[in-house]
């Protein structure tokens, strides 16, 4: 059986890595609509109506308005913007931390951005494991290649002439410590306080590090022994081994660029009991496209990883 899908917010960045990753699949049927028709409310409408599953690729409020636009009860709906990731009735859609089965069983599942992606990973199973207590003040400083702020950004970096142009090669953001992140952040990894958070981006089109600093922190061997067993036989999130990481001298935004992946390191200093606990992941992977294609692949029944890169 083949089911039918649509990208609303195709031709943007995240739509497009989405559908390469959907190229030769038999099992998959994307609907499509004529550039002239992709602001068509009544088209836009048929669409996101006939399909099995829709994947929203779109800034919070037209994403929210094309959840509006869908009364067919049985379409599946997969958020990539930020608008329902704390919502009431939506399912956060990060498989290894909230299960494969409620995933499986919703018709609402919010994406988890790329951020968030990296620091729930390492917190969350610490947190529930009660070596990250959950009133704990937390900092995250993470690392983007420039694909993740769009189109406007692309350009920023790789054209001369567009507006904002910029010859940087690092820059800080978020300094007002109100993005927009954070509150996933913090409900999905159960805190009682907001993490802060201070992001950048890097020029590098694609990649991502994910760093949470912990200072007088528990043994080493224990925090990577709860994220190895949260993670046990995944083969997207990857731990590395603690003999991995002492051998490691430089980690590149690039670690996992390409790929569907998460590695995981805890580096550390329990004579001084400092840890720094980080996560490598692709920006356009794991924490966009390649998390909304494992989603809809559970969402619609099929293969969990089908489509992937591994």
Same mark, same amino acid.
């Given at each position: 059986?083949?089911?039918?899908?649509?990208?609303?917010?195709?031709?943007?960045?995240?739509?497009?890595?989405?559908?390469?990753?959907?190229?030769?699949?038999?099992?998959?049927?994307?609907?499509?609509?004529?550039?002239?028709?992709?602001?068509?409310?009544?088209?836009?409408?048929?669409?996101?109506?006939?399909?099995?599953?829709?994947?929203?690729?779109?800034?919070?409020?037209?994403?929210?308005?094309?959840?509006?636009?869908?009364?067919?009860?049985?379409?599946?709906?997969?958020?990539?913007?930020?608008?329902?990731?704390?919502?009431?009735?939506?399912?956060?859609?990060?498989?290894?931390?909230? =299960?494969?089965?409620?995933? @499986? /069983?919703?018709?609402?599942?919010?994406? !988890? +951005?790329?951020?968030? *992606? &990296? %620091?729930?990973?390492?917190?969350?199973?610490?947190?529930?494991?009660?070596?990250?207590?959950?009133?704990?003040?937390?900092?995250?400083?993470?690392?983007?290649?420039?694909?993740?702020? =769009?189109?406007?950004?692309? @350009? /920023?970096?790789?054209?001369?002439?567009? !507006? +904002?142009?910029?010859? *940087? &090669? %690092?820059?800080?953001?978020?300094?007002?410590?109100?993005?927009?992140?954070?509150?996933?952040?913090?409900?999905?990894?159960?805190?009682?306080?907001?993490?802060?958070?201070?992001?950048?981006?890097?020029?590098?089109?694609?990649?991502?590090?994910?760093?949470?600093?912990?200072?007088?922190?528990?043994?080493?061997?224990?925090?990577?022994?709860?994220?190895?067993?949260?993670?046990?036989?995944?083969?997207?999130?990857?731990?590395?081994?603690?003999?991995?990481?002492?051998?490691?001298?430089?980690?590149?935004?690039?670690?996992?660029?390409?790929?569907?992946?998460?590695?995981?390191?805890?580096?550390?200093?329990?004579?001084?009991?400092?840890?720094?606990?980080?996560?490598?992941?692709?920006?356009?992977?794991?924490?966009?496209?390649?998390?909304?294609?494992?989603?809809?692949?559970?969402?619609?029944?099929?293969?969990?990883?089908?489509?992937?890169?591994?």
């Amino acid at each position: 059986m083949t089911a039918r899908l649509f990208i609303d917010g195709a031709a943007g960045t995240t739509g497009l890595e989405i559908a390469d990753r959907l190229d030769g699949r038999s099992d998959i049927e994307i609907i499509r609509l004529a550039p002239d028709q992709r602001r068509d409310p009544a088209a836009r409408r048929a669409a996101l109506n006939a399909a099995d599953a829709v994947i929203l690729c779109l800034p919070d409020d037209a994403a929210r308005e094309a959840v509006a636009l869908i009364d067919n009860p049985a379409t599946r709906i997969i958020d990539a913007s930020t608008a329902h990731r704390v919502a009431p009735g939506w399912d956060y859609g990060f498989p290894e931390l909230v =299960g494969r089965d409620a995933l @499986a /069983a919703s018709r609402r599942i919010s994406n !988890p +951005g790329c951020y968030p *992606t &990296g %620091f729930l990973a390492l917190v969350a199973p610490l947190v529930r494991a009660g070596l990250i207590a959950a009133d704990r003040p937390l900092s995250v400083h993470a690392t983007s290649g420039y694909s993740g702020g =769009g189109k406007a950004m692309i @350009a /920023a970096f790789e054209d001369r002439d567009a !507006p +904002g142009a910029t010859e *940087t &090669g %690092f820059r800080i953001y978020g300094l007002g410590l109100a993005h927009k992140h954070v509150a996933e952040m913090q409900v999905h990894a159960g805190l009682a306080h907001p993490p802060l958070f201070t992001p950048a981006v890097a020029r590098s089109y694609r990649g991502m590090i994910v760093e949470v600093p912990l200072a007088a922190a528990p043994p080493r061997d224990a925090l990577h022994g709860a994220l190895a067993a949260a993670y046990a036989g995944s083969p997207l999130i990857r731990v590395a081994a603690l003999d991995e990481a002492d051998a490691t001298e430089v980690l590149t935004l690039e670690q996992v660029a390409g790929t569907d992946r998460i590695d995981l390191f805890v580096f550390g200093n329990d004579a001084r009991r400092q840890v720094r606990l980080v996560a490598a992941l692709d920006n356009l992977g794991k924490g966009a496209a390649g998390a909304a294609v494992q989603n809809m692949n559970l969402a619609l029944g099929l293969g969990e990883y089908q489509g992937l890169r591994l």
